[in-house]
């Protein structure tokens, strides 16, 4: 079994995807900018969803990988992890806990081997 745990400060994702177009597009799949578009502040929501992807890469001990490969699904009491790409072979299940208020956005992910 492994942890992983990441901490965002939401204004620091919103002043990156304003700097740098199609940043939005390379880490986030088309589903979970579609569920962060439909909220007042979508960054929250993706920046929840950012501390999903780097603490599931530090539970799985990832040096290099594509942000596309570990994806948010689902939403409320049914949201979890798929694997995706070169990590979809991994053999584990991935539990999440992912949380935001105004200004902070975090993560914590689990990662067991079946």
């Given at each position: 079994m492994r942890v992983g745990i990441d901490l965002l400060e939401i204004t620091r994702l919103e002043e990156a995807l304003a700097r740098r177009p199609g940043l939005e597009e390379r880490i986030f799949t088309e589903g979970e900018r579609a569920y962060a578009a439909r909220h007042a502040r979508p960054a929250q929501h993706l920046a929840a969803r950012f501390c999903v992807k780097e603490a599931v890469a530090k539970a799985l001990r990832l040096e290099a990988w594509n942000h596309h490969d570990i994806e948010i699904v689902g939403e409320g009491a049914?949201?979890?992890?798929?694997?995706r790409g070169a990590?979809?072979?991994?053999?584990?299940?991935?539990?999440?806990?992912?949380?935001?208020?105004?200004?902070?956005?975090?993560?914590?992910?689990?990662?067991?081997?079946?």
């Amino acid at each position: 079994m492994r942890v992983g745990i990441d901490l965002l400060e939401i204004t620091r994702l919103e002043e990156a995807l304003a700097r740098r177009p199609g940043l939005e597009e390379r880490i986030f799949t088309e589903g979970e900018r579609a569920y962060a578009a439909r909220h007042a502040r979508p960054a929250q929501h993706l920046a929840a969803r950012f501390c999903v992807k780097e603490a599931v890469a530090k539970a799985l001990r990832l040096e290099a990988w594509n942000h596309h490969d570990i994806e948010i699904v689902g939403e409320g009491a049914q949201i979890g992890v798929a694997l995706r790409g070169a990590l979809a072979d991994r053999d584990v299940d991935v539990e999440i806990s992912l949380t935001h208020s105004r200004d902070t956005a975090g993560a914590v992910a689990l990662v067991v081997p079946r």
